[in-house]
């Protein structure tokens, strides 16, 4: 069975660095073809797709905020940890993991997501 | 890269059918037959629906279909039921950077 849960603060100021957890279970990222991507969606907006690391640790990010994020994975662990840095109330949003199976373009699992307010 | 473009809200009686419509362009749904559906239950976790157009995932009601005509895909679920009511999504590969390009969501009511 496959699951993933994020985990992180609810609540980020200004300026800060938000970091995100994914752990999950019922795959490894050592396994070959196993990717895992990190999405958002601001309240009341579409998802938007952020970064992917895959296993042999590639990485791949939104270009539009490829200078704010980090993506790294713990494999040992089952985690993969997102990074972004200077926070904005316009970061305001449910975060989302989610693994992507196969040589395809879809995802199979996500997470519920965990939802981060910026705001001094 | 703009959302793609899906009704705000589609509703329906218990067995009936009805049709989301999600649409983008050439280099999104109508380059690819990568388009996948997403059913959401609020504070839920997404579950895959439909990938790659068409294919349904092993455990979804084969009530559930998928299909695309140019830039516009569509998910059609027959049979409406209670369970049904919840938010869709879709999803297309896109050719630009951003791997992936999401719609903007529907509401689907059972009346």
């Known amino acids: ?120 | 890269q703009s959302a793609l473009t899906q009704p705000a809200s589609v509703s329906g009686s218990p067995g009936q059918s009805i049709t989301i419509s999600c649409t983008g362009t050439s280099s999104d749904v109508g380059g690819y037959n990568y388009v996948s559906w997403y059913q959401h239950h609020p504070g839920k976790a997404p579950k895959l629906m439909i990938y790659d157009v068409s294919n349904r995932p092993s455990g979804v009601s084969n009530r559930f279909s998928g299909s695309k005509s140019g830039n516009t895909a569509s998910l059609s679920i027959s049979g409406l039921q209670t369970e049904d009511e919840a938010d869709y999504f879709c999803s297309s590969y896109t050719s630009s950077s951003t791997f992936y390009v999401f719609g903007t969501g529907t509401k689907v009511t059972v009346l």
């Open chain 1, 1 to 120: 069975q496959v699951t993933l849960k994020e985990s992180g603060p609810a609540l980020v100021k200004p300026t800060q660095t938000l970091t995100l957890t994914c752990t999950f279970s019922g795959f490894s990222l050592s396994t070959s073809a196993m990717r895992v991507s990190w999405i958002r969606q601001p309240p009341g907006k579409a998802l938007e797709w952020l970064a992917r690391i895959d296993w042999n640790d590639d990485k791949f990010y939104s270009t539009s905020l490829k200078t704010r994020l980090t993506i790294s994975k713990d494999t040992s662990k089952n985690q993969v940890v997102l990074r972004m840095t200077n926070m904005d109330p316009v970061d305001t949003a449910t975060y989302y993991c989610a693994r992507d199976s196969g040589y395809d373009w879809y995802s199979d699992y996500w997470g519920q997501g965990t939802l981060v307010t910026v705001s001094s």
